[in-house]
């Protein structure tokens, strides 16, 4: 069963196919009837087809100009095309069907093909065939051979054909059409929930899971050591336990609203002072030398929070890493512009990556840290290299972020670190007069 949207977008289709018929009736009847009347006596019979004429231009040009009124009453009603057929019929009778003015009427068959199918070509092509013919034997002088009586009949024929053949043209086409768009819904939910699982395995993988994973080391720890450690000891354990559950109830809090806020525009994130906050937080939770610097006359404008948080994470999840699994003993977050690109580098001096890494082969092994900064670099239009740095051991991190993918406006964001500029131009004007002043003094 068809469904309303696709039955509506095949009625405006064939709505718009006939009115281009009247159309092309205007057009043969324009043409056609110089050559009517001059072949036609002086007189009556002038005054006649004229006046045929006048009332088949006047009644398409009605139904050309006013389809949207009269459309769907000829889609209802199939009598009101009877009317179409007794104009055709008055100017075969008085043009004749020899005039070329006759071949108007080769429009009815196509009208009633398009509207109504095969029955109503059928109807309607027989009945001017039999007005055609009727004409041609009460009409005397008419006609030069079979040939030429059957050549208007076989055009009737024919235009009912065609107007079948588009009728049914066009249906398929929207039944297609909506099939189509109903399988790209489909798709698009599919790639939405699909994308919103991988977000939430990402999110989960790098807050909830990795805390509840060292809650579950200390808490081993705890009741390992509790029968016989000192008091103190297992205070300090039972603390680090309290201290990773609250972290955990506080990220899974942050991630619950993550999923209902409904816009991630709103507000803004200092990404510099983040991204120094948390190289100082993770110095001091593991105790590896990080080291935050920046190159250049680096100003950053407020980052939209959906795009903060997925930088603030990779480059998080890249410290963790290097602490993790490279062993490193120094790690170094470097900041800066390249061009209109805010550029984020994360350097360590651990084992560095094996060689043959690849990121169908971490997925498959289930080792889903670098999978997900690839994803999450890539939804927030950003680019990222995870390799070999300059050094020779080691691993760089490397976060490539378009002013346009961050939110913030090109222009603003230049006049920014104009400002910046020289703000710390003036600054160093100043602590070096101070210091001249100081001198001169001493």
Request: proline content about 3%; glycine content about 10%; hydrophobic content about 45%.
């Amino acid at each position: 069963m068809q469904s309303k949207p696709a039955l509506a977008i095949q009625v405006n289709a064939l709505q718009a196919m006939c009115r281009q018929v009247f159309g092309f009736r205007l057009a043969m009847i324009t043409v056609a009837t110089p050559f009517a009347i001059g072949n036609t006596a002086h007189g009556a019979a002038t005054w006649l087809i004229g006046a045929a004429i006048l009332v088949t231009f006047m009644g398409s040009y009605a139904l050309f100009r006013d389809w949207e009124r009269f459309g769907p009453q000829l889609l209802r009603h199939r009598w009101i095309l009877g009317i179409d057929v007794c104009l055709g019929a008055l100017l075969l009778i008085t043009a004749t069907p020899d005039s070329t003015l006759a071949y108007v009427t080769v429009c009815t068959p196509l009208l009633a093909g398009l509207v109504y199918g095969w029955r109503g070509a059928a109807v309607f092509a027989a009945v001017q065939i039999v007005i055609v013919l009727g004409v041609y034997n009460t009409v005397p002088g008419l006609g030069g051979g079979d040939a030429t009586v059957l050549l208007l009949p076989g055009f009737c024929v024919i235009a009912g054909a065609v107007g079948v053949t588009l009728r049914n043209l066009l249906l398929r086409f929207g039944m297609a059409s909506q099939a189509l768009a109903e399988a790209r819904g489909r798709l698009a939910i599919n790639e939405a929930v699909m994308g919103e699982r991988s977000r939430l395995a990402r999110e989960m993988h790098d807050s909830v899971a990795k805390t509840l994973h060292g809650l579950a080391l200390a808490a081993e720890g705890l009741a390992g050591s509790a029968g016989r450690a000192d008091p103190l000891t297992v205070r300090r354990q039972a603390e680090l336990v309290a201290r990773s559950a609250r972290r955990a109830a506080v990220e899974s809090r942050e991630l619950l609203t993550d999923l209902r806020r409904e816009s991630g525009l709103d507000g803004g994130v200092d990404v510099l002072t983040e991204l120094r906050q948390r190289a100082c937080e993770f110095e001091t939770r593991h105790g590896v030398s990080t080291v935050f610097r920046s190159y250049g006359a680096v100003h950053v404008p407020p980052v939209p929070h959906v795009v903060a948080r997925q930088l603030l994470t990779v480059v998080s999840e890249a410290m963790e890493n290097a602490h993790r699994h490279a062993s490193a003993s120094h790690v170094v977050v470097l900041v800066g512009w390249k061009g209109d690109v805010l550029r984020i580098s994360v350097y360590d001096d651990g084992q560095g990556l094996p060689a043959g890494t690849t990121l169908d082969g971490l997925r498959r092994g289930g080792h889903f840290g670098l999978v997900g900064m690839v994803e999450r670099a890539a939804s927030i239009g950003a680019r990222i290299r995870i390799g070999r740095g300059r050094a020779e051991r080691g691993t760089e991190v490397r976060l490539d972020l378009p002013l346009a993918a961050s939110g913030v406006d090109a222009t603003a964001s230049a006049a920014a670190v104009e400002t910046a500029v020289h703000t710390v131009t003036r600054r160093a004007r100043k602590e070096a007069a101070a210091c001249r002043t100081t001198t001169h003094d001493r």
